[in-house]
């Protein structure tokens, strides 16, 4: 143990604070890693453009294009972010072999690659359907007015449970399926309730299907706005709150789905009052829904707060970013390390101190009280963090990522 940390571990033991209990919480909580930060969410399928109404913007060489590339990325990200693991998938990176397998008939043997990656590193997956690009998402998906592409969606979400089932079987921890559509109108609706009365009726029948509840976590995710669909947006998060409630399933909060004001983590402790878990996807939007690069930023610390004042594990924390300007295994690494960081200032809070000074109303003290802690050695015990897991402490972690860059990406 270093000497800086003994120091550290001291400074906050003057407040209560356990810095060694913090570390070992932080070792053992998952954050699902997107894969979609490595190849800007272009999947394997060769669907041309990223449809959709999100858009990943920049052209830094060296983007993975195979699932060989992919999986050596991740593992390079992953080399150099202490902790836990999962990684989160989209139905569009299915390893086909080549073939050509349409979404509605995607089963577990076409993610078995996967399967075999995330056992040899003790990895847990989470799923997503990919509801665009493709050529049955143009209009719309499980909103759709037609007939037979509102079919071919919800058996895509059906296939998807299905594979998400068979994710958990094989690595014995559950598994996440995250339903996300980018339905919705540029302009002003005439009618509102029609859509959203067939994404109801499709909702429905994908979870009709037989499936684990033990072992797959189903979850929907709501959004205001898209590009393209700025006027109504079909998903909307009273649509999903309320059919999560009635329905039993989890809502999953995007902090760049709401609002420029409202604030997911001022939304946490409600949906836990009335939810066992809520799942996230943590992201910085810049001015609109832009996916940047989660930074260790006050919001992101807010959040962290919240995961940690009521229970990590009834928070399913995964992020969702996606910048192609910069160098992407370096995005996953600052974005992965950011959420941590949060996350251990989170837990190196008195927050049982500072909550009983809030309902004394001792606001004066409160307010001094957490000033005071922001210059707190948090970086020292941060730093005990990472070399407990084995992976650098500080910057000097970014030289092996421009040592794979010049051997591996610039190969590409
Ligand atoms: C889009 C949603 C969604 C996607 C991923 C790729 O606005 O945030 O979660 O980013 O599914
Ligand atoms: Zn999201």
């Known amino acids: 143990m270093s000497e800086r940390y003994e120091q550290a571990k001291k400074i906050y033991a003057g407040i209560g604070v356990d810095t060694d209990a913090a570390i070992e919480e932080l070792l053992k909580l998952p954050i699902s890693m997107h894969c979609w930060q490595g190849d800007d969410v272009s999947g394997f399928e060769n669907a041309g453009e990223l449809s959709g109404g999100i858009q990943a913007t920049g052209n830094y060489p060296g983007k993975a294009t195979t699932p060989e590339e992919l999986m050596a990325d991740i593992d390079k990200a992953l080399s150099l972010i202490g902790g836990t693991h999962r990684i989160n998938l989209h139905a569009s990176y299915a390893v086909t072999g080549g073939i050509e397998v349409d979404r509605d008939q995607l089963k577990p043997e076409h993610f078995a690659k996967w399967v075999e990656f995330a056992k040899e590193r003790n990895l847990g997956l989470d799923f997503n359907p990919t509801f665009f690009s493709h050529p049955k998402a143009a209009d719309a998906t499980l909103s759709s007015e037609v007939e037979e592409i509102r079919a071919f969606w919800v058996r895509h979400g059906q296939a998807c449970i299905k594979i998400a089932e068979y ?188 909550s009983k000074l809030q309902e004394e109303r001792r606001f004066t003290e409160l307010m001094m009280l957490q000033e005071e802690i922001k210059t707190f050695p948090i970086g020292d015990v941060w730093a005990e963090f990472c070399t407990r897991s084995g992976v650098p402490a500080g910057p000097e972690w970014f030289e092996s990522v421009k040592e794979y860059e010049n051997k591996v990406l610039s190969a590409r």
């Open 167 to 354: 994710f958990a079987n094989e690595l014995g921890t559950p598994s996440l399926v995250n339903i996300w559509i980018p339905d919705g109108l540029k302009d002003i609706p005439a009618d509102r309730t029609a859509p959203r009365a067939r994404l109801k009726k499709s909702l429905d029948e994908i979870l009709s299907i037989d499936y684990d509840k033990s072992k797959v976590y189903i979850a929907v995710e709501s959004k205001v706005f898209g590009i393209g669909m700025e006027s109504y947006t079909v998903g909307s998060h009273e649509f999903y709150m309320n059919y999560a409630a009635k329905n039993g399933i989890l809502c999953l909060l995007d902090n760049g789905h709401y609002h420029p004001t409202e604030m997911v983590y001022d939304k946490i402790s409600s949906m836990l009052l009335f939810s066992d878990k809520v799942a996230l996807h943590v992201t910085r939007s810049v001015r609109w829904d832009s996916d940047h690069v989660v930074l260790f930023d006050d919001e992101t610390r807010e959040i962290a707060k919240e995961i940690v004042c009521n229970g990590t594990d009834r928070v399913l924390l995964a992020l969702d970013f996606f910048d192609a300007s910069i160098n992407r295994i370096a995005a996953w690494t600052i974005g992965m390390r950011n959420m941590q960081k949060a996350l251990l200032w989170a837990m190196l809070r008195p927050n049982k101190e500072l």
